[in-house]
């Protein structure tokens, strides 16, 4: 090896290489979608599902004769959960695959890095990240959230907290922007209302115990404490609450409980811990088909992933706005449509095939997604149905709709 | 095509700087330095901070190189009692509390919120041309960098770092203070991974906490190690190496068959790794090894 090997003849090989293998035969009319999901990474455990999910619902597009003629394409990759390595990988979908779309970006910081370079080159970007900037900086409608973003589960848990009958809420919070977001805007919705918090502490990830901070709080005597971090942060502390003899209540999000939460903690600490989360419709049909496509392709049950059924929505809403916005249509004019086929005043349609026959026929469209109704707000963000659950004897069970 | 190409060559200019300062400590001085990201984050915060509160992105660079400099001198006054390993010990640590420093002082830095939207330089050129003039400018930072580290490199200073590298008696011995230099060094270093870290800011526009893990600092050194420490050349081709292995590996897909799209994610993670440890195998010098040691 000499010393003239430089970087320069090793982009040259780089170059020559990708351009041998990265121009494949594309049809003029496909539409092409970049699926950008966190397969490795924090978000392994959704990011597969999102990606097989994507795939499989551009297959059932194309089944039906794709959208408005053009035939759906999925070029998939990895985020690794991480914003350096999607920032590249975005570069690579958007210039070297020539992607229309990216969608199923999932931390708020991956959209976050990527969304100036979708804005630039006028690419749909469809996330389920939740950082309240990913909402301002969207002032073109490229954009859609389909998680419900902190504002709505903030309200979602001030709801339960009220109709629970609570007058003392104390607030404890992972330190992250998503946790912190949801119990400020709880705090928010309480104050509002006329309540009053009694405490309010941030905590660390990744702690062995948190007792100090639990009596901190206890200390206030609140009656419930709105409890707003992930799985493993979240068992330590209902486990140290009960060897404490806490009597406050504990309110937690969905995505930090669910059967794992049961299976640590057994029946007698879970008794009682109340969670609120959104509910996919899971008998509407639209749901069905995305369970069915799920389970054939993961060989588990779809509702275990709540983000695969929103990035199956994403890929029909979005071949229903370009079935709607014609062939011809550019981004704008599709990303204008998105609204059109998804809000409340249309007829409602559970399935592309359906949403498709009918917009033929020059009807107003609703698609009830399989992960929620799918009304989006002002800010481009799907407002999804939230249910109250709780644990009872060893039972996670639901108990009502929020409103 | 091009304008991907354009983005792997900032990338390889910043993760080059970033290597280039690590060479100086590791390469030429012998300093086990496993905190470097710190002063990556030191840069990347200074300059965003500063040109999100309306001051010129030049200004913010230079602020953001200089703060590193300076972060990199207490921590140098530590580094003068300790031998390698323990010094490797301290600096990751440092790096790691400088992170949660950026996590926690909200005020300043939005936790982990992180910082978006900020400034490009050459907003006014069409984005792919603001790309290549980017490129350039990070091509010229290395370019500089590269002739000064070579000035330096063939100056008494260069020989008495490399002494301190191979005998550190042997340079007390000679009168001169082995202490003075660690500092200067790793200072010098500091600066240099400062500047990669403004440029990476800027080019981003979005940071936040957790993109100034330990992996960073871990991928300077497989660039330095891939590429031969003690070498400025070795540098260069080392990072260039690593972006090549990164991103090369996702035009995997177009030529194995039978792999789904999200096997694939993890195949590619595995090809890094096996790439790496081949490559630790056969060729544990580095591509471009350093002459002046046998």
């Known amino acids: ?403 | 095509m091009l304008p991907y190409l354009v983005t792997i060559a900032i990338m390889i200019g910043i993760y080059g700087l970033l290597t280039l300062g690590l060479n100086l400590q590791y390469g030429y001085t012998g300093l086990i330095n496993f905190g470097h990201v710190a002063f990556f984050a030191i840069g990347a915060y200074t300059s965003a901070l500063i040109s999100l509160a309306g001051y010129p992105i030049a200004l913010g660079m230079a602020a953001g190189t200089v703060l590193a400099f300076l972060a990199a001198y207490p921590l140098g006054l530590l580094c003068l009692r300790l031998r390698a390993d323990y010094l490797a010990i301290v600096t990751l640590s440092f790096s790691e509390i400088i992170r949660t420093v950026l996590i926690s002082e909200e005020w300043l830095t939005e936790g982990t919120q992180g910082l978006p939207g900020i400034p490009k330089p050459f907003s006014s050129l069409s984005q792919g041309n603001a790309d290549l003039a980017y490129l350039a400018l990070v091509a010229t930072a290395m370019l500089v960098a590269i002739l000064l580290m070579w000035r330096l490199s063939h100056s008494p200073f260069g020989r008495l770092i490399r002494a301190v590298r191979d005998d550190e008696d042997a340079v007390r011995a000679v009168g001169k203070d082995p202490a003075q230099l660690k500092i200067k060094t790793l200072m010098l270093g500091a600066a240099l991974a400062g500047l990669a870290g403004a440029f990476y800011a800027h080019y981003v526009g979005y940071i936040s906490p957790d993109q100034f893990l330990p992996l960073v600092t871990f991928y300077a050194w497989i660039a330095l190690i891939m590429g031969g420490a003690g070498t400025i050349t070795g540098a260069i081709v080392g990072s260039s190496l690593l972006l090549f292995i990164l991103e090369g590996s996702r035009f995997l897909r177009d030529v194995v068959p039978f792999v789904s799209e999200v096997q694939m994610a993890s195949l590619r993670l595995a090809v890094i790794g096996l790439g790496l440890v081949l490559f630790m195998l056969y060729r544990p010098q580095g591509l471009i090894p350093d002459r002046s040691q046998s």
Request: no cysteine.
């Open chain 1, 1 to 403: 090896m000499t010393v003239h090997f430089r970087s320069t003849t090793l982009l040259g090989g780089i170059a020559l290489a990708a351009s041998l293998i990265a121009a494949p035969a594309i049809g003029q009319e496909a539409y092409r979608i970049g699926a950008l999901n966190p397969v490795t990474g924090a978000g392994n455990t959704y990011g597969s599902g999102m990606q097989k999910s994507i795939i499989a619902a551009a297959a059932e597009v194309n089944a039906a004769g794709g959208a408005a003629g053009r035939k759906l394409e999925v070029l998939a990759e990895d985020g690794q959960t991480s914003a350096e390595p999607a920032v590249l990988a975005a570069k690579k979908l958007i210039e070297v695959n020539k992607v229309n779309a990216i969608l199923g970006t999932w931390s708020s910081s991956v959209s976050l890095a990527i969304q100036p370079m979708t804005l630039a080159s006028n690419i749909i970007l469809m996330h389920t990240s939740s950082a309240p900037t990913l909402f301002t900086q969207n002032q073109r409608n490229l954009d859609w959230g389909f998680q419900s973003g902190s504002k709505y589960n903030g309200r979602a848990m001030a709801a339960a907290v009220k109709k629970e009958g609570f007058t003392k809420p104390a607030i404890m919070s992972f330190n992250n922007d998503a946790a912190i977001n949801n119990v400020g805007f709880f705090r928010k919705a309480w104050e509002a209302a006329g309540g009053k918090i009694v405490a309010a502490l941030t905590y660390e990830p990744k702690r062995t115990s948190y007792r100090s901070e639990l009596q901190k709080v206890l200390a206030a005597k609140p009656d419930v404490i709105a409890l707003s971090g992930y799985l493993p942060d979240t068992t330590i502390i209902l486990r140290e609450a009960y060897e404490l003899g806490a009597t406050a209540k504990f309110i937690i999000p969905d995505w930090a409980a669910g059967p794992a939460l049961l299976k640590a903690l057994g029946p007698d600490v879970s008794q009682g811990v109340l969670v609120y989360g959104t509910v996919p419709n899971i008998a509407g049909a639209a749901f069905k088909t995305y369970s069915a496509a799920y389970k054939k392709a993961l060989n588990t049950s779809g509702e275990e992933n709540v983000f695969g059924a929103q990035a199956y929505d994403m890929v029909i809403s979005l071949a229903l706005a370009i079935e709607k916005a014609g062939a011809s249509a550019d981004n704008v004019a599709i990303a204008k449509e998105i609204r059109a086929v998804s809000n409340p005043d249309g007829e409602k349609v559970t399935s592309f095939a359906e949403g498709k026959a009918a917009l033929k026929a020059g009807k107003k469209i609703n698609y009830e997604g399989a992960s929620g109704p799918l009304d989006f707000d002002e800010d481009g963000n799907a407002v999804a149905d939230f249910a109250l659950f709780t644990y009872d004897k060893g039972q996670y069970v639901k108990r009502y709709l929020l409103q």
